[in-house]
């Protein structure tokens, strides 16, 4: 079984900078491409930010300059520094990743979720 466990969300001004970490657990063989999506209420789940194994990052023009994802593939986790925070950031913020098992079935994994409130 494998879980994605995200912290840091929270409340802050606009102008202001939050990091958001998601570690993942588990029987674990590898993981490939890691992402963020966010959902603001009355809105449909959007892709914020996506990075490979490798290293290589793709933004949503939302967010490009503001936002930078990373990864630590020995601690398999994944971050997102957001920077320059704006209300319509507000939603909450979703970590995804492609998990190869230890019994060798890859899924797309999900976080619970976490709360990222700007206000102005």
């Known amino acids: 079984q494998v879980q994605l466990v995200e912290s840091g969300g929270g409340s802050v001004q606009a102008g202001g900078s939050l990091t958001l970490s998601c570690a993942t657990f588990g029987s674990i063989f590898r993981i490939y491409a890691m992402a963020w999506y966010r959902q603001a209420p009355g809105k449909r789940r959007e892709l914020v930010a996506t990075?490979?194994?490798?290293?290589?990052?793709d933004y949503a023009d939302s967010v490009k300059g503001r936002f930078t994802i990373s990864r630590d593939n020995v601690k398999n986790t994944v971050y997102l520094q957001m920077n320059s925070l704006k209300s319509e950031d507000t939603a909450v913020y979703y970590c995804?990743?492609?998990?190869?098992?230890?019994?060798?079935?890859?899924?797309?994994?999900w976080g619970q979720g976490t709360q990222v409130t700007v206000s102005s």
């Open positions: 990075i490979t194994r490798a290293g290589s990052t």
């Open positions: 995804n990743a492609d998990v190869t098992s230890r019994s060798g079935s890859s899924n797309p994994y």
